[in-house]
């Protein structure tokens, strides 16, 4: 009888045995069929250049990758200049990108390990956490060609502002600012567009302005006032802004001691001047000497306005010499008319004599 017992109990622990094999095997075998069914799936937690793909099938990761990565990286580059623009075609660059291995990389290491780990790691919500940066190549070439190319168009040297003195005045040619690309920044901002689609697609063209070493404001200020002598007519004309205000009559240099063309200006000024007499012979006893203000052998009457190696323009006591050619080099004026230009005449003002 206590044999019957034992034997009894063997055959439920034997019976027990095998149901928990065969429980186990069952097991093994949905977790075997479940991770088969994943074979091209990415484990959760995996991001590929800042985007969720974890639990995605590869090609699924792929495509979402192309909507989010490499589509925008497709947009053209928009560079804005004045009132237009120029675009730059990624492709013209050959971008290309590393996602195609990231994601065959990613699909690796989800399916390392065995069958059963990766079961239990997806039935308890483990994560790989695993970030990969996308490495993004382009024709450095291609981008610096484009640079070149806007640079041909709108580099523009600076053009200088000029003056043209005769005796019906002054005609000044505008100045006009010059444009240099900076090549430089513009590739930069071109290569971070072409890598990153946050920054920028459209921006205004880098360059800088070239200014001019001689303006048209500058001949302006300069040519404010202008003064203008014709020997051949005996005449000193008056200009204010390029416009002609006031006609006068003078007296020149005689043969011999012409009064020099070209272009002057007004170097020095004095009320009542004092003669300092030029050691020239035609000066005879007075050469050297300085003849004050006021002297009857003093020539320069009421105003003087040097423009050149002792010679100037004065008024004169000399009436009757007015619209000949009577003095040793200087411009003689009726002494009324030289003390109404003398106040509209400042320093540095330019004159022309021809």
């Known amino acids: 009888m206590r044999i019957s017992f034992c034997y009894a109990v063997r055959k439920v622990l034997i019976a027990l045995v095998v149901v928990l094999a065969l429980l186990v095997g069952a097991g093994a075998a949905a ?3 479940y991770d088969a069914g994943r074979d091209d799936r990415l484990a959760e937690g995996i991001s590929i250049g800042g985007v969720d793909v974890g639990g995605l099938r590869a090609d699924e990761a792929r495509a979402t ?7 925008p990286l497709t947009k053209p580059i928009v560079v804005r200049y004045r009132g237009g623009q120029f675009v730059f075609q990624p492709e013209s660059a050959d971008v290309q990108t590393n996602l195609g291995s990231l994601v065959d990389r990613a699909l690796a290491e989800s ?13 308890t919500g483990g994560k790989l956490a695993q970030s990969d940066d996308v490495e993004i190549t382009f024709s450095r070439e291609a981008v610096e060609h484009f640079a070149r190319g806007i640079g041909r168009q709108v580099d523009t040297k ?14 000044i040619t505008p100045s006009k600012n010059g ?6 920044a513009l590739i930069v901002s071109i290569d971070h567009a072409l890598v990153d689609a946050t920054e920028p697609r459209r921006f205004k ?7 001019p070493k001689v303006t048209t404001q500058e001949l302006e200020k300069k040519y404010r006032v202008f003064l203008a002598v014709s020997r051949s007519k005996k005449e000193l004309r008056y200009f204010v802004k390029e416009k002609l205000v006031k006609t006068y009559s003078v007296a020149i240099g005689r043969i011999g001691f012409e009064t020099p063309a070209g272009l002057y200006e007004i170097r020095s000024k004095a009320v009542n001047p004092a003669w300092y007499v030029p050691k020239e012979a035609w000066a005879g006893d007075l050469a050297g000497k300085v003849i004050p203000p ?5 020539p320069l009457k009421a105003r003087w306005m040097g423009f050149w190696d002792g010679a100037g323009i004065h008024g004169t006591a000399e009436s009757d010499s007015i619209g000949s050619a009577a003095s040793h080099g200087c411009i003689r004026m009726r002494v009324s008319d030289v003390i109404d230009l003398y106040d509209r005449v400042p320093l540095h003002t330019p004159l022309y004599i021809s």
């Open 31 to 33: 977790a075997w069929r």
């Open 65 to 71: 990758l192309g909507a989010h990565v490499e589509a």
């Open 111 to 123: 399916r390392s390990g065995n069958f059963l780990t990766r079961a239990f790691r997806d039935a």
């Open 158 to 171: 600076p053009r200088e502002g000029k003056s043209k003195a005769s005796f019906a005045g002054v005609s």
């Open 179 to 184: 444009v240099d690309v900076m090549e430089v």
């Open 205 to 211: 063209l880098p360059a800088r302005v070239l200014h």
């Open 294 to 298: 006021g002297d009857p052998e003093n």
